[in-house]
């Protein structure tokens, strides 16, 4: 039924319509806290009334979030520190009234009570262990980047057929660069 109602709402058009404006990383920083540095990120995810039934429907939406550390280097080029991809998954469950929002590495999972809230949830990453003070060193200059994608991996296989030839449901934002120095 999940297939069938997706392919109903989002393919009657045939159109890509699933991400409507400007999908990006609008803000990151990371924050060291107890020997760990953090990640907390905003990202602007603009999604239609098409994607609102299609997840009332039960059809998954799944957001990775790359994270990329690198240290700057004058004459070679630049050494990666880190790399890390988190994968975050939106989806509605029938039996509770609920959508429930699982953060897929760690299992973590909130269930929250209307779509726009867990969209809201599902922007911003607070918090986000991703890195060990001990792998830099002070003095040294680190660029942190981020990006987000929208996966449809997650979807069932005969929709991922027919949403082939949808462009706007493999998207992903550009790449929020910025400095860290310990």
């Known amino acids: 039924m999940c297939a069938a109602a997706a392919t109903t709402l989002w393919m009657a058009p045939l159109r890509a319509d699933g991400l409507e404006g400007r999908f990006e990383v609008r803000s990151a920083d990371l924050q060291l ?3 760990v540095y953090h ?3 905003h990202m602007d995810l603009p999604v239609s009334d098409a994607v609102r039934r299609g ?3 039960g059809v998954p939406l799944t957001i990775e979030l790359d994270l990329d550390i690198e240290r700057v280097r004058q004459l070679l080029p630049n050494s990666r520190v880190a790399e890390l991809t988190q994968r975050y998954h939106l989806q509605y469950n029938a039996v509770s009234a609920r959508y429930i929002l699982r953060n897929d590495n760690s299992g973590q999972q ?3 009570s209307n779509v726009d809230s867990a ?3 599902l922007s911003e990453v607070r918090g986000l262990p991703v890195l060990d003070k001990a792998l830099i060193s002070a003095g040294r200059r680190y660029e ?3 990006r987000a994608k ?3 991996g997650s979807v069932p296989f005969t929709l991922r057929v027919v949403m082939f030839w949808v462009n706007d449901w493999h998207r992903e934002s550009d790449w929020y660069t910025w400095t860290l120095q310990p």
């Open 119 to 121: 969209l809201e949830q």
């Open 33 to 35: 806290k107890d020997g």
């Open 39 to 41: 990640l907390n990120a």
């Open 110 to 112: 909130q269930s929250l």
């Open 150 to 152: 929208v996966d449809y």
């Open 144 to 146: 942190a980047s981020v």
């Open 55 to 57: 997840l009332a429907e």
